[in-house]
């Protein structure tokens, strides 16, 4: 009789154990509208996870718990969360988010279709990931970027190719704490979609670029900028920051 009770106290531990698990798999708040996603061990984990649900569970500002569709939120975040790719299927349920933090996940490839779910972007961060390879023209769906951050990852070369389809929305391109040992002005062609750096001075525009490389391995820099800043009439376009390289 004792031994019946005390395995169908095992079991009740158990079960609670796993209902507080599967609670702490994500976290919502209405305020801003925002869901964390937490203490997944894989991409399949993560879609599967989306997959089944139709809606989230959110504590709005009183504390009160309450459920809305994916498409309310305007920030998702990763915690605790081991993948090596983004979870592009479970971002069918995220479609009008601004904000990604896919930061310190283990993330090792980018691939051209990862964002096209997901178009209203404004911030990525992708930091301190395994970061080492992009599929062609990574970012063509995502017409309103304005920053990402690809700094602490494992990227030994800026493939030109990434930078196809790049918006003119974006102010700053984090490569930080990278592996980078050379970079050229193709790049900068690509980013701002002209045939010429001259060119630069004859596009009426007020945004200002931030290009961050500091602290990689950067030996050899080809551009006629001459690492300078690029000015019109007297408004900056672009900033490169090479500082701690090896030039």
């Given amino acids: 009789m004792l031994l019946q009770i005390s395995f169908f106290l095992c079991i009740i531990c158990c079960s609670q154990k796993i209902l507080e698990a599967k609670c ?3 976290y919502c708040t209405s305020d801003p509208w925002k869901c964390i996603l937490k203490g997944f061990e894989s991409v399949e984990e993560i879609d599967e996870f989306c997959n089944r649900r139709s809606v989230f569970e959110y504590t709005d500002i009183n504390g009160n718990i309450n459920t809305a569709s994916g498409s309310q939120f ?12 983004l979870p592009s299927a479970c971002f069918t349920k995220f479609t009008s988010i601004s904000e990604l933090y896919a930061n310190n996940t283990g ?3 980018i691939k051209d279709d990862d964002f096209q779910n997901i ?12 970061i080492d390879t992009f599929e062609n023209s990574s970012f063509q769906y995502l017409g309103n970027l304005r920053k990402i951050d690809l700094s602490y ?3 030994e070369k800026v493939p030109i190719e990434i930078f196809e389809g790049m918006p003119q929305s974006v102010t700053v391109i984090n490569l930080n704490h990278d592996q980078i040992s050379q970079f050229d002005e193709q790049i900068l062609l690509r980013i701002f979609k002209i045939d010429q750096l001259q060119k630069f001075h004859d596009r009426e525009t007020n945004t200002k670029i931030s290009i961050l490389l500091s ?3 950067i030996n050899e820099f080809l551009s ?3 690492k300078c800043k690029l000015n019109y009439n007297g408004k900056r376009l ?10």
């Fill in 215 to 217: 602290y990689n391995k």
């Fill in 107 to 109: 993330i090792k490839l």
């Fill in 153 to 155: 990852n494992n990227i």
């Fill in 238 to 247: 672009l900033e490169l920051n090479l500082s701690n390289n090896f030039l």
């Fill in 24 to 26: 702490d798999d994500y």
């Fill in 119 to 130: 178009r209203y972007l404004q911030i990525l961060n992708l930091s301190g990931n395994k």
């Fill in 224 to 226: 006629t900028v001459n």
């Fill in 74 to 85: 305007q920030i998702i975040e990763f915690q605790n969360v081991t993948m090596t790719r």
